[in-house]
């Protein structure tokens, strides 16, 4: 041994030598773009909705889920069709 040098008591490893990591580990993975965490799922909407809480009769709701696909949508739209105009003071 090198008199300069210490032991660590570790013993090198080739990286070609390392585990194959599984898909799991990957999908848990946090993701980063330098120190900022990315996080996944749906982009922010630069026009966001706001949650509220309606009651409505079972059989208008029914309605509207039985039209398919972008009930919702197509909910809003007529809620925005039907809106009183803001008045002047």
Do not use: C, Y
């Not at 194959?20 to 965490?37: S, T």
């Not at 709701?61 to 008045?87: C, E, F, I, N, Y």
């Amino acid at each position: 041994m090198n008199g300069n040098r210490k032991d660590t008591g570790s013993k090198w490893v080739d990286p070609d030598d390392a585990p194959e990591l599984p898909d799991e580990w990957f999908e848990r993975a946090e993701l980063r773009d330098g120190n900022k965490v990315l996080r996944r799922g749906r982009p922010k909407s630069a026009a966001a909705t706001v949650a509220i809480s309606l009651r409505l009769p079972p059989d208008v709701l029914d309605q509207w889920k039985r039209t398919g696909p972008g009930w919702q949508t197509r909910m809003v739209a007529s809620l925005r069709q039907h809106a009183p105009k803001a008045q002047r003071i």
